[in-house]
């Protein structure tokens, strides 16, 4: 069975840091494009950072904004999102997304609305004082 496992969330202070996880059980994430959304109470979801199958493809939103960081880890079948001075407004339940083949630019599938095919069950950050 298909999983990816959201990890690393958290309740952190305003300014503070936090590493998420997303992991690929039955499922290898080197060859895939993998993207990080999140989705705040009563808001849509909208796009954090996508990584393609080549590692030289890295799209990031207006979100990300230069205080995240998306990485691979294929030792140990995971994608990270460095995250680095939190604020209250990133608060919400971040989620990753697999797709392969990766057949369009990475820009293009950094969407929430592209027809990723697998999703995980999101980790809960929260920045509050």
């Known amino acids: 069975q298909v999983q990816l496992v959201e990890s690393g969330g958290g309740s952190v202070q305003p300014g503070g840091s936090l590493k998420i996880s997303c992991v690929g059980s039955?499922?290898?994430?080197?060859?895939?494009?993998i993207g990080w959304f999140r989705q705040a109470p009563g808001q849509e979801r909208e796009a954090v950072s996508c990584?393609?199958?080549?590692?030289?493809?890295?799209h990031y939103t207006h979100i990300a904004n230069g205080r995240f960081t998306i990485s691979r880890d294929n030792a140990n079948n995971a994608v990270y999102l460095q995250m680095n001075n939190l604020k209250p407004e990133d608060t919400a339940v971040y989620y990753c997304?697999?797709?392969?083949?990766?057949?369009?630019?990475?820009?293009?599938?950094?969407?929430?609305?592209?027809?990723?095919?697998?999703w995980g069950q999101g980790t809960q950050v929260t920045v509050s004082s």
């Open positions: 997304a697999a797709e392969y083949p990766d057949l369009r630019s990475i820009k293009d599938m950094c969407v929430p609305t592209f027809d990723w095919n697998y």
């Open positions: 990584i393609g199958s080549s590692d030289r493809d890295i």
């Open positions: 039955g499922y290898s994430l080197r060859f895939s494009a």
